[in-house]
């Protein structure tokens, strides 16, 4: 099945930098990455998803670039806010195959004022 | 307003002392499916369902039972619970297992003394 790694488990910018998490999975018939955050307390809830035919997705001050071929893909924050302190859970699966969205572990963002 | 809503939201309990948490959801998705969230472990699937009285093992599915005999409605079965069960528990609902985004609800913190 599919195996997803995150890093870094933590992340700690200053507000207004930049933050990047990365992520890398196993199963080259993946082709929907989403990634899913969770302020504190709260549910997961979607914030930017790529498909397998697009390398770059962008939406604000959020975007997520696509390596099919070395099997990673990341999220970037620019210009980073008090409101984007939360878990950012990156997530792959292979439409339509036998496995379902497979998550990442994790990454704890603190933004430092 | 779409949503998908869980109870109880905060419980403790005993070990061996059977449980239901219920899960409702009012989008007419035909997938629903159960994760529990322990730290440095992301989230892990439980159990899920692709509709109606179509249920499958997830990657943890050891002292779960789920049951789906509605669309909306997908409970989480502990018939036996114990400590090593104390987690948060997310339901979500989506249109597709594979490449839908997936729609939790508030999460169940549960403890099992």
């Known amino acids: 099945g599919e195996n997803v790694e995150q890093h870094p488990s933590t992340l700690s910018v200053q507000e207004g930098d930049s933050a990047v998490i990365k992520c890398t999975y196993s199963?080259?018939?993946?082709?929907?990455f989403p990634w899913y955050k969770q302020e504190l307390g709260k549910r997961p809830q979607l914030i930017i998803d790529?498909?397998?035919?697009?390398g770059e997705k962008k939406d604000q001050r959020i975007a997520v670039t696509l390596n099919k071929t070395a099997k990673h893909f990341s999220l970037h924050i620019t210009e980073t806010q008090p409101e984007d302190s939360a878990v950012y859970f990156c997530?792959?699966?292979?439409?339509?195959?036998?496995?379902?969205?497979?998550f990442g572990k994790g990454t704890h963002l603190i933004i430092q004022p | 307003e779409a949503q998908v809503t869980q109870n109880p939201r905060y419980l403790i309990t005993v070990t061996g002392k059977k449980l239901t948490v219920t899960c409702s959801q009012n989008?007419?998705?035909?997938?629903m499916s159960w994760y529990r969230q322990d730290p440095g472990l992301g989230l892990r699937q439980i159990y899920y369902?692709?509709?109606?009285?179509?249920?499958d093992k997830g990657d943890v599915p050891e002292g779960y039972k789920v049951s789906r005999k509605e669309k909306r409605n997908f409970p989480l079965i502990l018939e036996s619970p114990s400590p090593n069960q104390t987690s948060l528990y997310f339901c979500?609902?989506?249109?597709?297992?594979?490449?839908?985004?997936?729609?939790f609800g508030e999460g169940s913190r549960l403890t099992v003394l």
């Open positions: 199963d080259s018939a993946s082709n929907y």
């Open positions: 369902s692709m509709n109606v009285e179509v249920t």
């Open positions: 989008m007419n998705h035909e997938y």
């Open positions: 979500a609902s989506s249109t597709s297992r594979n490449t839908g985004e997936l729609f």
């Open positions: 790529i498909r397998s035919n697009v």
């Open positions: 997530a792959a699966s292979a439409g339509g195959g036998a496995d379902g969205l497979t």
